[in-house]
């Protein structure tokens, strides 16, 4: 397993981005077969930000992008791993990464429900009542940055996963 990339749409080599592109249309598209359009443009909003990891011969592994929402919040999407490359941990990696670099903000998700327990041991919790798209159930998750401790000696920490 390599190291936990990121870069902007427009820091990407045309290779990388065809490789993540791809992923997300086999797995999201094909697998789950939900045809929706996959390229929404959020991808290319300034302070969009794409994470990846590549394993062995699989350039990208594991993936899911960081936008910025109006409310001052980071919105995790889009996360995948390849299924050659699932059981290995790479998402929780991942999701470890954005919470290191973003955590002091709040941070939202739509989760697929059957993995609303997965993103809890992150931290995260159901924001609102269940719903569909495009013929899954998701629940809206959210997770609050951990207020700083006050008084002498003490410092402020964010939450960890658990587990981890």
Known sequence: M?????????????????????????????????????????????????????????????????????????????V????????????????ADVLDRHGDAPLVLDAQAHLQGWYARFGFGVDGPEFVEDGIPHVPMRREPAPASTGVGSVGRRAQPQGS
């Open 2 to 78: 390599s190291a936990v990339r990121h870069a902007a749409w427009s820091d990407l080599d045309p290779v990388t981005l065809h490789e993540l592109v791809r992923l997300r249309v086999d797995v999201f598209v094909v697998e789950q077969e939900c045809p929706y359009p996959e390229l929404d443009g959020r991808d290319v909003e300034p302070g969009t930000e794409h994470v990846w990891l590549a394993s062995g011969d699989v350039p990208v592994a594991a993936y899911l992008r960081v936008l910025s929402e109006p409310d001052g919040s980071r919105r995790i999407g889009r």
């Open 80 to 95: 995948v791993t390849a299924p050659a490359a699932r059981g290995a941990g790479l998402g929780a990696v991942l999701v």
